[in-house]
């Protein structure tokens, strides 16, 4: 396709929740309209930190149905699990002897994760950004949809494509792209708009989860923390007013419109008069897609033979990326 090849990943969590949804995974959907697009759970990226390994397997199907439920196309899209093509890692060893420990020593999301005990933290951690520029670059991929804690790793996978480039043959690998989001607005806590909405959180009153019942979204918007004030003619008058400005958000994400948009809709109503169509909005969008991933999710062997055909194709375009990058190496090999 003349647009370009869209590659993006997404790491194996359970309790997915909107945040994830009109984050990511809703922007990935309407990609698939426009571009060849390569969908990948980073399992290998997940074991950077301790997994249990029956909940990785049950996060990975999670991870899955509900990326297929929510409208990612296995025919359209490929979708697949890392792990299961060899080329990924296979790709970052031979960035790891491209990268200099310099560029990773800049990044700041190692800095967060290993926290205060960096010795304690594994060598995988610290080359998590040089398996991410593999998964990217093993595709020749030339567009990338990711978050905004994202940019430095893409910045690096630019970086080790130029020295990649310029070390072995001029043009081999495109220099790819970010895709930024359409929606500008994160979604943050229902109960504090200071912090993003989180899988962590301890209260499930500050999420609503993928799997959530259509009475418990409307419970959980209706507890959802406001102020006595009416909805304002502009986006400015939002400006100290996090919470009321996270549900506008979330309710022009999900129809599709801008928050000044919205306002104007809404200007002078009060949040008794809004919530209720922000909580059947949440519904009309999330009920269909909770009910097809139980579906789902309710056959695992069919989830693990999309994964398997996904990654297959998946092969078929990265084998001989990867290949050639060994045979400009300098690598001896049998040409099998
Ligand atoms: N690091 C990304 C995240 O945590 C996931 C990821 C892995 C990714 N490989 C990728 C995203 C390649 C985009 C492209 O969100």
């Known amino acids: 396709m003349s647009n370009g090849r869209v590659f993006s ?29 390569i969908y990948c759970i980073v399992d290998l990226h997940a074991i950077t ?40 890692a296979e790709l970052a060893w031979l960035f790891n002897c491209v990268a200099r420990l310099g560029w990773l020593n800049r990044m700041t999301q190692f800095k967060e994760k290993a926290g205060k005990n ?28 990711v978050g905004d804690d994202q940019k430095q790793h893409l910045e690096l996978t630019r970086d080790i494509a130029t020295a990649f480039n310029s070390m072995f043959g001029e ?79 979330i309710y022009a994400a999900l129809t599709d419109q801008s928050e000044a948009e919205v ?9 008794g008069k809004f919530k209720p169509l922000l909580a059947d909005c949440l519904i009309n969008t999330i009920s269909p897609i909770r009910d097809e991933m139980n579906k789902l999710l309710a056959d695992p062997l069919e989830l693990d033979r999309i994964l398997n055909e996904g990654s297959i194709k998946a092969e078929a375009i990265s084998e001989p990326i990867v290949s050639a990058c060994k045979g400009m190496i300098g690598f001896v090999h049998s040409g099998k």
């Not at 499930?204 to 909805?231: H, M, Y």
């Open 118 to 145: 960096r010795e304690n933290a594994t060598v995988g951690l610290y080359a998590y950004p040089t398996l991410m520029a593999a998964d990217i670059l093993a595709y020749k991929a030339t567009h990338v949809p």
């Open 171 to 249: 043009d081999f690998f495109p220099l790819p792209e970010p895709i930024i989001q359409r929606t500008a607005a994160r979604i943050m806590s229902l109960r504090d708009g200071g912090s993003k909405m989180s899988k962590s959180d301890l209260s499930d009153f500050t999420r609503i989860n993928l799997n959530d019942e259509d009475d418990l979204i409307s419970l959980k918007i209706k507890k959802a923390k406001t102020d006595p004030e009416p909805l304002p003619d502009t986006l400015d008058a939002l400006e100290h007013r996090p919470e009321a400005r996270n549900l506008v958000g």
């Open 263 to 271: 306002l104007l809709e809404f200007s002078g109503e009060g949040f």
């Open 49 to 88: 930190v301790p997994q249990d390994p029956t909940a990785l397997k049950t996060a990975t199907h999670e991870v899955a149905a509900c990326l297929i439920a929510s409208g990612i196309d296995a025919h359209s899209s490929i979708l697949f699990n890392q792990s299961q093509v060899p080329q990924h």
């Open 9 to 37: 990943g997404v790491q194996p969590t359970g309790n997915l929740h909107l945040g994830n949804y009109l984050g990511a995974i809703k922007s990935w959907v309407g990609l698939q309209q426009v571009h060849e697009t």
